[in-house]
């Protein structure tokens, strides 16, 4: 049977009824609906597949799937919520649960070693939908969102509708662009959005884990309508708000991003913020914020100065609230450094808890009178954590300063291999060795760890660095160093274990709004023994 075409709306009359078409998988059935209500539609269902249902789909009341029903005039799916939606010859599709797509070998979730092994359960992808008006930061949210999950090992991409619009349609567009007024304008960032949303889901049916929706979303309408496509997939979602009440926040935001933005290369920078704020007065027009009881959704006001969290239940919806109550936007600094040439450094063998050289003690020299003449050490406007290993407590012991002794800050624990050189490991026990070379990222000393260990045990660190609002400094091992730089520099899993972080020297990263500006200095002139492995 021919699916058929929708019509011109009619609503449901009561007495007559209004022609409607049930579709399961690959049949059709045609019926005529009098109900009120949701559940009506549901009895009628069941009346016209009782057979089917109860032998074959095997659905109650109660189990029943969502029942998607296209728009006439959109030509959009969206969740039967209301029998007002219904009209003369619509077809009503009822969602089976979409076979699992298996990701690819190289990015499941075995070979993400234990990081998603120890995050509980994943029954459903997650799609995060950015919410707030322009200028509230939500594109640095989303990235920072992204960075974080990304590095846990949860393959994360965001998409985001500005970019579709700039690509597909130009990227100077007038502020009467977004003016809700605007049919065309209105319909044309519609398209942009399904574009967008349609391509995410593609991913995320491809094998990605989350998706981030980066757009303004700040209507009902709007967020029914990505929430309904959504579900349609299986699809977790959250909302996530970004609510900025602070004048000059918003003020800094225009100037210092929006201003540079493809949107107004060429521009005048005075005709730019004028246009946009005229932009962000056509979304305060219609803006209305998340307030759905049922939906999942996470408020975040002033970057992180409070939040609001609605029925949030799940393991990475969790863990991303917990997350977003650590973020600011206060400027600070932030310095990493490995401790000086260590004995087991200079005799090239690997972990231990071995005291400093002499090279060593001349570097925790040179590091404290560079700290003192760069870092607000008087004043105690800075924190400075190590590990609890011998090495970097000895490389800050002339800092007149208080330190904070971390043991998630220890280096990587070589295991049964601790206290050896790789040329040892590659004699007597070659196939580990073997092993080790090939997957560097994954490969777990016998009895001790992986990188994708060391990045688990690292996780509340990095929820302390976003917490600090003063300048922060990490002393600390080759391994750890590799982990914090790849997160704050937003890496690849991939090349976090060959990213080279040398002996003596300070990498200073300064986080921005979309990244850190790095600078690397170096303390003591490199000698032989600096390079260890």
Known sequence: MAEPTPSTPSKPDGKDGITIFFKIRNRIKKAKFRGNSVDDVKDLFFEKFRDESENEFGYTKETLPPMMIESSDLHLKFELEDVSDLHENCVIEILTKREPVAAP????????????????????????????LPARGKTHLARKVARYLNWLGVDTRVFNVGQYRRKRLGAQQPHDFFDPRNEEGEKKRLHMA????????????????????????????????????????????????????????????????KVSSPDYVGMDPEQAVADFRNRIKHYEDV????????????????????????????????????????????PRRIFLTRHGQSEFNAAGRIGGDGELTETGDDYAHAFAEW??????????RVSIFTSTM??????????PSRKIRLKSLDEIDAGEFDGMTY???????????????????????????????????????IFEIERQKQDVVIVS?????????????????????????????VIKLTPKTYGCDEEKIRLVPERVGDNDT
Not at 304 to 319: A, D, F
Not at 493 to 504: A, K, Q, S, V
Request: net charge neutral.
């Open 194 to 257: 399904i574009a967008a949303l349609d391509d995410m889901i593609e991913w995320l049916i491809s094998g990605g884990y989350v998706g981030i929706f980066d757009a303004t979303n700040t209507t009902k309408s709007r967020r029914k309508l990505i929430r309904s496509r959504c579900n349609q997939e299986n699809l977790e979602v959250m909302f996530l708000e970004s609510i900025c009440n602070d004048p000059a926040i918003i003020e800094a935001n225009i100037r210092q991003t």
């Open 423 to 461: 040329e040892e490991i590659a004699r007597k026990f070659p196939n580990e060795y073997a092993a080790r070379a090939k997957d560097k990222l994954r490969y777990r000393y016998p009895r001790g760890e992986s990188y994708l260990d060391v990045i688990a045990r690292l996780e509340p660190v």
């Open 371 to 380: 700290a003192l003449q760069n870092l607000p050490i008087e004043s105690g």
């Open 287 to 330: 803006y209305e914020t998340v307030d759905e009881d049922a939906s999942s959704y996470v408020k975040v006001i002033d970057i992180g100065r409070k939040v609001i969290i609605n029925n949030v239940t799940s393991y990475l919806p969790s863990r991303i609230v917990f997350f977003s109550m650590n973020l600011h936007n206060t």
């Open 477 to 505: 091992h080759q391994a750890v160093l590799r982990c914090l730089y790849a997160y704050f520099q937003d890496l690849p899993l991939e090349e976090c274990p060959y990213i080279n972080i040398p002996l003596h020297t």
């Open 105 to 132: 070998a190289n990015n499941d979730q075995s070979n993400l070693g234990s990081m998603l092994r120890n995050m509980g359960p994943m029954n459903r992808k997650l799609v995060i939908v950015m919410v707030g």
């Open 390 to 399: 011998k090495r970097t407590i000895q490389t800050t012991q002339y800092i």
